[in-house]
Antibody, heavy 118, light 106 residues
Framework: QITLKESGPTLVKPTQTLTLTCTFS??????????VGWIRQPPRQALEWLALIYWDDDKRYSPSLKNRLTITKDTSKNQVVLTLTNVDPVDTATYFCAHSGVSGHDYWGQGTLVTVSS | IQLTQSPSFLSASVGDRVTITCRASQGISTYLAWYQQQAGKAPRLLIYAATSLQNGVPSRFSGSGSATEFTLTISSLQPEDSATYYC?????????FGGGTKVDIK
């Protein structure tokens, strides 16, 4: 059974760095083909794909955020970490991590709401 | 690759047949997924590879299309289908989602 759960701060000040952790179980990110992605959703808006990391440490980013985003993995801890630098109120959103493959994101975490405000 | 969904909102009765369209700005073969997001919940994968039903998804959901035009059909709308539906292309990075279609039950 695959499960994922996001964790991190609920409130971040503008210009700070947001660090979110996705802790998962039921699969290994050292298995060929495995991947974990991050998607966010501002309040009452559509989903926005952010980043993806593969079992071989290949990483893909949204071009609109690429300069601010970093995705890393800790295979031994079954965790994927997303950092977003220089946050702004427009980065206020629910952030989801998901088990990902060529067919899509088939297992999702519950999401974590992050508010950017001074 | 941009995805345009239509309509953005629809209201239908229980038992109705509902169709949602997703158009891609360039050809994506069948690299398309559909998700359902109920209020306050994480999205759920319904359809992958444009036409394949994800395990556990009711058979009233179906997908069709290829290249630039795709549809998600609910053959007989149920109360629990009240949700927002999103398409996503997986042909190339950055992966992109459509703007969503909110389905309301009359």
């Amino acid at each position: 059974q695959i499960t994922l759960k996001e964790s991190g701060p609920t409130l971040v000040k503008p210009t700070q760095t947001l660090t979110l952790t996705c802790t998962f179980s039921g699969f290994s990110l050292s298995t060929t083909g495995a991947a974990v992605g991050w998607i966010r959703q501002p309040p009452r808006q559509a989903l926005e794909w952010l980043a993806l990391i593969y079992w071989d440490d290949d990483k893909r980013y949204s071009p609109s955020l690429k300069n601010r985003l970093t995705i890393t993995k800790d295979t031994s801890k079954n965790q994927v970490v997303l950092t977003l630098t220089n946050v702004d109120p427009v980065d206020t959103a629910t952030y989801f991590c998901a088990h990902s493959g060529v067919s899509g994101h088939d297992y999702w975490g519950q999401g974590t709401l992050v508010t950017v405000s001074s | 690759i941009q995805l345009t969904q239509s309509p953005s909102f629809l209201s239908a009765s229980v038992g109705d047949r509902v169709t949602i369209t997703c158009r891609a700005s360039q050809g994506i073969s069948t690299y398309l997924a559909w998700y359902q997001q109920q209020a306050g919940k994480a999205p759920r994968l319904l359809i992958y590879a444009a036409t394949s039903l994800q395990n556990g998804v009711p058979s009233r959901f179906s997908g069709s299309g290829s290249a630039t035009e795709f549809t998600l059909t609910i053959s007989s709308l149920q109360p629990e289908d009240s949700a927002t539906y999103y398409c996503q292309q997986l042909k190339s990075f950055p992966l992109t989602f459509g703007g969503g279609t909110k389905v309301d039950i009359k």
